[in-house]
Protein backbone atom coordinates (compact mmCIF):
# COMPACT_ATOMS: atom_id res chain seq x y z
CA UNK A 1 0.00 0.00 0.00
CA UNK A 2 2.90 2.51 0.67
CA UNK A 3 4.76 1.55 -2.65
CA UNK A 4 1.36 2.44 -4.26
CA UNK A 5 0.53 5.55 -2.51
CA UNK A 6 4.95 6.57 -3.16
CA UNK A 7 4.19 5.42 -6.81
CA UNK A 8 1.39 8.28 -7.12
CA UNK A 9 3.38 10.30 -5.44
CA UNK A 10 6.24 10.27 -7.77
CA UNK A 11 3.75 10.32 -10.46
CA UNK A 12 2.36 13.07 -9.42
CA UNK A 13 5.36 14.95 -9.11
CA UNK A 14 6.76 14.00 -12.51
CA UNK A 15 3.84 15.37 -14.33
CA UNK A 16 3.97 18.62 -12.48
CA UNK A 17 7.36 18.97 -13.21
CA UNK A 18 7.17 18.03 -16.65
CA UNK A 19 4.51 20.32 -16.98
CA UNK A 20 5.92 23.29 -15.10
CA UNK A 21 8.81 23.29 -17.00
CA UNK A 22 8.53 24.04 -20.69
CA UNK A 23 5.61 26.93 -19.08
CA UNK A 24 8.34 28.66 -17.29
CA UNK A 25 10.59 28.44 -20.14
CA UNK A 26 7.94 29.70 -22.39
CA UNK A 27 7.06 32.84 -20.11
CA UNK A 28 10.73 33.64 -19.24
CA UNK A 29 11.30 37.24 -19.50
CA UNK A 30 14.72 38.07 -20.80
CA UNK A 31 16.14 41.10 -18.68
CA UNK A 32 16.97 44.38 -20.28
CA UNK A 33 20.45 44.95 -19.39
CA UNK A 34 21.18 48.79 -17.76
CA UNK A 35 22.61 51.09 -20.71
CA UNK A 36 26.22 52.61 -19.60
CA UNK A 37 26.36 55.81 -20.34
CA UNK A 38 29.90 56.56 -19.41
CA UNK A 39 30.97 53.85 -21.40
CA UNK A 40 29.31 55.82 -24.71
CA UNK A 41 30.32 59.29 -23.75
CA UNK A 42 34.19 57.43 -24.45
CA UNK A 43 32.98 55.41 -27.35
CA UNK A 44 32.12 59.39 -28.25
CA UNK A 45 35.70 60.82 -27.24
CA UNK A 46 37.49 57.95 -28.70
CA UNK A 47 35.93 58.97 -32.53
CA UNK A 48 36.09 63.35 -31.56
CA UNK A 49 39.70 62.54 -31.22
CA UNK A 50 40.48 61.33 -34.81
CA UNK A 51 39.11 64.83 -35.88
CA UNK A 52 36.34 65.33 -38.33
CA UNK A 53 35.35 62.27 -40.08
CA UNK A 54 35.19 63.76 -43.56
CA UNK A 55 35.79 61.14 -46.30
CA UNK A 56 39.28 61.29 -47.61
CA UNK A 57 40.97 62.44 -44.27
CA UNK A 58 42.96 60.00 -42.46
CA UNK A 59 40.54 60.48 -39.74
CA UNK A 60 37.95 59.33 -41.79
CA UNK A 61 40.29 55.99 -42.43
CA UNK A 62 41.30 55.65 -38.76
CA UNK A 63 38.29 56.29 -36.79
CA UNK A 64 36.46 53.52 -39.54
CA UNK A 65 39.09 51.28 -38.71
CA UNK A 66 38.20 51.86 -35.19
CA UNK A 67 34.48 51.14 -35.52
CA UNK A 68 34.39 48.16 -37.27
CA UNK A 69 37.55 46.78 -34.66
CA UNK A 70 35.29 47.62 -31.94
CA UNK A 71 31.67 45.73 -33.35
CA UNK A 72 34.44 42.88 -33.93
CA UNK A 73 35.76 43.38 -30.20
CA UNK A 74 32.02 42.93 -29.10
CA UNK A 75 31.59 39.69 -31.07
CA UNK A 76 29.78 40.67 -34.33
CA UNK A 77 30.17 39.51 -37.69
CA UNK A 78 31.81 42.64 -39.52
CA UNK A 79 31.02 43.48 -43.32
CA UNK A 80 33.14 46.43 -44.46
CA UNK A 81 31.05 47.95 -47.27
CA UNK A 82 33.55 50.21 -49.57
CA UNK A 83 32.20 52.17 -52.63
CA UNK A 84 33.52 54.91 -54.50
CA UNK A 85 30.69 57.94 -55.24
CA UNK A 86 30.38 61.05 -56.96
CA UNK A 87 30.10 64.62 -55.59
CA UNK A 88 27.80 66.99 -58.19
CA UNK A 89 31.21 68.37 -59.63
CA UNK A 90 31.71 64.65 -60.14
CA UNK A 91 34.92 64.57 -57.67
CA UNK A 92 34.87 60.73 -56.63
CA UNK A 93 34.96 60.52 -52.73
CA UNK A 94 35.57 56.75 -51.09
CA UNK A 95 32.76 55.82 -48.54
CA UNK A 96 33.03 52.83 -46.16
CA UNK A 97 29.31 51.48 -44.57
CA UNK A 98 30.31 49.40 -41.90
CA UNK A 99 27.70 46.48 -40.81
CA UNK A 100 28.16 44.28 -37.65
CA UNK A 101 25.72 41.58 -37.36
CA UNK A 102 24.84 39.52 -34.04
CA UNK A 103 23.25 35.76 -34.92
CA UNK A 104 23.28 36.30 -38.43
CA UNK A 105 21.79 32.61 -38.68
CA UNK A 106 18.29 34.42 -37.22
CA UNK A 107 15.42 35.09 -39.93
CA UNK A 108 13.93 37.88 -36.94
CA UNK A 109 15.80 41.00 -37.39
CA UNK A 110 16.29 44.42 -36.08
CA UNK A 111 18.15 46.67 -37.58
CA UNK A 112 19.90 49.63 -35.74
CA UNK A 113 21.63 52.44 -37.73
CA UNK A 114 23.35 56.09 -37.36
CA UNK A 115 26.03 58.12 -39.62
CA UNK A 116 29.58 58.00 -38.69
CA UNK A 117 30.92 60.50 -40.86
CA UNK A 118 31.19 64.20 -40.21
CA UNK A 119 29.89 67.45 -41.99
CA UNK A 120 32.91 69.10 -44.03
CA UNK A 121 31.52 72.43 -43.41
CA UNK A 122 30.31 74.34 -40.18
CA UNK A 123 27.78 76.27 -42.71
CA UNK A 124 25.61 76.61 -39.86
CA UNK A 125 28.63 78.74 -37.36
CA UNK A 126 27.44 81.92 -36.62
CA UNK A 127 31.54 83.63 -38.02
CA UNK A 128 31.11 82.68 -41.57
CA UNK A 129 35.48 82.26 -41.69
CA UNK A 130 34.74 78.80 -39.97
CA UNK A 131 32.43 77.71 -42.93
CA UNK A 132 34.54 75.79 -45.12
CA UNK A 133 35.77 74.23 -41.27
CA UNK A 134 34.72 70.83 -40.83
CA UNK A 135 33.24 70.17 -37.96
CA UNK A 136 33.59 68.12 -35.11
CA UNK A 137 30.64 66.27 -35.15
CA UNK A 138 30.55 65.01 -31.44
CA UNK A 139 26.70 65.02 -31.59
CA UNK A 140 25.65 64.99 -35.43
CA UNK A 141 27.52 61.65 -36.03
CA UNK A 142 29.57 60.26 -32.96
CA UNK A 143 27.30 60.37 -30.55
CA UNK A 144 24.38 57.93 -32.22
CA UNK A 145 27.45 55.49 -33.16
CA UNK A 146 28.53 55.76 -29.31
CA UNK A 147 25.03 54.78 -28.39
CA UNK A 148 25.27 51.89 -30.85
CA UNK A 149 28.90 50.58 -29.89
CA UNK A 150 27.08 50.32 -26.14
CA UNK A 151 24.07 48.45 -27.55
CA UNK A 152 26.78 46.13 -29.20
CA UNK A 153 28.29 45.76 -26.18
CA UNK A 154 25.66 44.97 -23.86
CA UNK A 155 24.41 42.36 -26.68
CA UNK A 156 27.71 40.33 -26.42
CA UNK A 157 27.00 40.10 -22.98
CA UNK A 158 23.35 38.60 -23.07
CA UNK A 159 21.49 37.59 -26.53
CA UNK A 160 18.33 39.28 -26.71
CA UNK A 161 16.29 37.06 -28.73
CA UNK A 162 16.45 38.69 -32.11
CA UNK A 163 19.23 38.61 -34.46
CA UNK A 164 20.33 42.43 -34.63
CA UNK A 165 22.54 44.56 -37.53
CA UNK A 166 24.18 47.28 -36.40
CA UNK A 167 24.91 49.96 -39.54
CA UNK A 168 27.35 52.62 -39.50
CA UNK A 169 26.56 54.79 -42.87
CA UNK A 170 29.23 56.76 -44.40
CA UNK A 171 29.10 60.12 -46.35
CA UNK A 172 25.21 61.28 -44.71
CA UNK A 173 26.53 65.08 -44.42
CA UNK A 174 27.09 66.15 -47.90
CA UNK A 175 23.72 68.27 -48.76
CA UNK A 176 24.44 71.33 -50.30
CA UNK A 177 26.14 74.02 -47.98
CA UNK A 178 23.71 76.36 -46.86
CA UNK A 179 25.93 79.35 -47.43
CA UNK A 180 26.31 80.91 -51.29
CA UNK A 181 28.60 78.49 -53.45
CA UNK A 182 30.70 78.93 -56.43
CA UNK A 183 31.42 75.58 -56.95
CA UNK A 184 29.64 72.19 -56.92
CA UNK A 185 31.93 70.28 -54.61
CA UNK A 186 29.24 68.95 -52.35
CA UNK A 187 26.85 65.91 -52.43
CA UNK A 188 23.61 64.94 -51.57
CA UNK A 189 22.18 64.08 -47.65
CA UNK A 190 22.58 60.31 -46.59
CA UNK A 191 24.39 58.98 -49.98
CA UNK A 192 25.93 56.00 -47.90
CA UNK A 193 22.51 54.73 -46.96
CA UNK A 194 21.35 55.22 -50.23
CA UNK A 195 24.48 52.91 -51.77
CA UNK A 196 23.05 50.30 -49.10
CA UNK A 197 19.91 49.90 -49.54
CA UNK A 198 20.52 49.88 -53.06
CA UNK A 199 23.12 47.24 -52.50
CA UNK A 200 22.97 45.02 -49.37
CA UNK A 201 25.51 43.27 -47.91
CA UNK A 202 23.43 40.59 -47.96
CA UNK A 203 21.20 39.44 -50.74
CA UNK A 204 17.44 40.77 -50.34
CA UNK A 205 18.44 42.10 -47.25
CA UNK A 206 15.59 41.93 -44.65
CA UNK A 207 14.66 43.20 -41.35
CA UNK A 208 11.33 43.43 -38.92
CA UNK A 209 12.07 47.33 -38.75
CA UNK A 210 14.72 49.68 -38.26
CA UNK A 211 15.46 52.41 -35.40
CA UNK A 212 18.12 55.42 -37.07
CA UNK A 213 19.76 57.42 -34.16
CA UNK A 214 20.79 61.02 -35.50
CA UNK A 215 22.13 63.44 -32.72
CA UNK A 216 21.30 61.49 -29.81
CA UNK A 217 23.86 62.15 -27.16
CA UNK A 218 23.30 66.66 -27.14
CA UNK A 219 22.40 68.94 -24.48
CA UNK A 220 18.94 69.78 -24.15
CA UNK A 221 18.09 67.24 -26.50
CA UNK A 222 14.18 66.90 -27.35
CA UNK A 223 13.42 63.47 -30.09
CA UNK A 224 9.83 64.54 -31.32
CA UNK A 225 7.82 61.96 -33.48
CA UNK A 226 9.26 62.71 -37.11
CA UNK A 227 6.60 63.27 -39.73
CA UNK A 228 8.13 60.20 -41.78
CA UNK A 229 8.39 57.69 -39.25
CA UNK A 230 4.63 58.11 -38.00
CA UNK A 231 3.68 57.85 -41.70
CA UNK A 232 5.48 55.17 -42.81
CA UNK A 233 6.31 53.39 -39.36
CA UNK A 234 4.11 54.26 -36.60
CA UNK A 235 4.25 50.84 -35.32
CA UNK A 236 7.55 51.29 -34.92
CA UNK A 237 6.83 55.09 -33.08
CA UNK A 238 4.35 53.64 -31.31
CA UNK A 239 7.16 51.08 -29.62
CA UNK A 240 9.88 53.02 -29.08
CA UNK A 241 7.98 56.36 -27.36
CA UNK A 242 5.77 53.28 -24.75
CA UNK A 243 9.54 52.09 -24.56
CA UNK A 244 10.60 55.91 -23.23
CA UNK A 245 7.85 55.66 -21.40
CA UNK A 246 8.64 52.22 -19.45
CA UNK A 247 11.99 53.25 -18.93
CA UNK A 248 11.61 57.13 -17.19
CA UNK A 249 12.58 58.51 -20.49
CA UNK A 250 9.69 59.82 -21.50
CA UNK A 251 10.71 63.56 -20.83
CA UNK A 252 13.17 63.25 -23.54
CA UNK A 253 10.19 61.72 -26.14
CA UNK A 254 7.24 64.27 -25.91
CA UNK A 255 4.05 62.89 -27.34
CA UNK A 256 4.29 65.35 -29.90
CA UNK A 257 4.17 65.61 -34.59
CA UNK A 258 7.81 66.65 -35.22
CA UNK A 259 8.66 68.35 -38.51
CA UNK A 260 9.87 66.12 -41.51
CA UNK A 261 13.66 65.10 -42.13
CA UNK A 262 15.65 64.39 -44.88
CA UNK A 263 17.84 61.85 -43.33
CA UNK A 264 18.95 58.18 -43.59
CA UNK A 265 15.93 56.25 -42.81
CA UNK A 266 13.86 57.12 -45.54
CA UNK A 267 17.00 55.20 -47.78
CA UNK A 268 15.90 52.19 -45.99
CA UNK A 269 12.35 52.55 -46.43
CA UNK A 270 12.24 54.14 -49.96
CA UNK A 271 15.08 51.07 -51.24
CA UNK A 272 14.49 47.83 -48.81
CA UNK A 273 11.36 48.18 -47.85
CA UNK A 274 11.30 48.25 -44.22
CA UNK A 275 10.10 50.59 -41.78
CA UNK A 276 12.51 52.58 -40.49
CA UNK A 277 12.08 55.39 -37.53
CA UNK A 278 14.19 58.53 -36.79
CA UNK A 279 15.30 59.23 -33.54
CA UNK A 280 16.68 62.89 -34.48
CA UNK A 281 17.13 65.72 -31.94
CA UNK A 282 15.18 68.29 -33.62
CA UNK A 283 14.40 72.39 -32.10
CA UNK A 284 10.86 73.50 -33.72
CA UNK A 285 11.46 76.84 -31.60
CA UNK A 286 14.40 78.00 -33.77
CA UNK A 287 15.20 79.03 -37.11
CA UNK A 288 16.50 76.41 -38.50
CA UNK A 289 14.96 73.55 -36.83
CA UNK A 290 17.83 72.17 -34.98
CA UNK A 291 20.21 72.73 -31.69
CA UNK A 292 21.71 75.83 -31.83
CA UNK A 293 25.46 73.87 -32.06
CA UNK A 294 24.42 72.01 -34.95
CA UNK A 295 26.45 72.20 -37.81
CA UNK A 296 28.70 74.84 -36.18
CA UNK A 297 32.28 74.28 -34.65
CA UNK A 298 30.24 74.11 -31.11
CA UNK A 299 29.23 70.67 -32.06
CA UNK A 300 32.09 69.27 -29.85
CA UNK A 301 32.50 67.68 -26.72
CA UNK A 302 31.51 70.23 -25.04
CA UNK A 303 27.94 70.27 -26.15
CA UNK A 304 27.65 66.26 -25.37
CA UNK A 305 25.57 65.22 -22.29
CA UNK A 306 25.72 61.85 -20.67
CA UNK A 307 22.30 61.92 -19.93
CA UNK A 308 20.93 62.39 -23.25
CA UNK A 309 22.61 59.14 -24.42
CA UNK A 310 21.68 57.46 -21.27
CA UNK A 311 17.78 58.39 -22.18
CA UNK A 312 17.99 56.89 -25.65
CA UNK A 313 20.78 54.07 -25.12
CA UNK A 314 18.40 52.63 -22.50
CA UNK A 315 15.02 52.73 -24.64
CA UNK A 316 16.66 51.67 -27.10
CA UNK A 317 17.82 48.61 -25.28
CA UNK A 318 14.33 48.45 -23.74
CA UNK A 319 12.97 47.78 -26.94
CA UNK A 320 15.29 45.02 -28.20
CA UNK A 321 15.20 42.60 -25.05
CA UNK A 322 11.19 42.49 -25.49
CA UNK A 323 11.17 41.66 -28.85
CA UNK A 324 10.19 37.54 -28.90
C1 LIG B 1 18.47 68.26 -43.68
O1 LIG B 1 18.95 69.23 -43.16
C2 LIG B 1 17.68 68.31 -44.90
N1 LIG B 1 18.66 67.05 -43.16
C3 LIG B 1 19.47 66.89 -42.00
C4 LIG B 1 20.01 65.54 -41.95
C5 LIG B 1 21.15 65.56 -41.06
C6 LIG B 1 22.25 66.30 -41.22
N2 LIG B 1 21.28 64.89 -39.96
C7 LIG B 1 22.43 65.19 -39.43
N3 LIG B 1 23.06 66.04 -40.19
ZN1 LIG C 1 24.69 66.97 -39.99
Known amino acids: MSKYITFILFCMLMSFSCKQAPQANNTVEIKVPAFNADSAYSYTEKQVSFGPRVPGTTAHDSCGNYLAGELRRFGAAVTEQKATLHLLDNSPIAIKNI ?155 PNRPGSGIVDDHLQVMKYRKIPCIDIIQTNPESEQGFASYWHTLDDSMKSVDKKTLQAVGQTVLYVLYKEK
Request: proline residues 5%.
Open 99 to 253: IGSFQPENKNRILLCAHWDSRPYADHDQDSKNWYTPIDGANDGAGSCAALLEIARQVQTSQPAVGIDIIFFDAEDWGKPDFPVKDKHYGNWCMGSEYWAKNPHVLNYNARYGILLDMVSGTNALFFKEEESTRQASHVVKKVWEAAQATGYEAYF
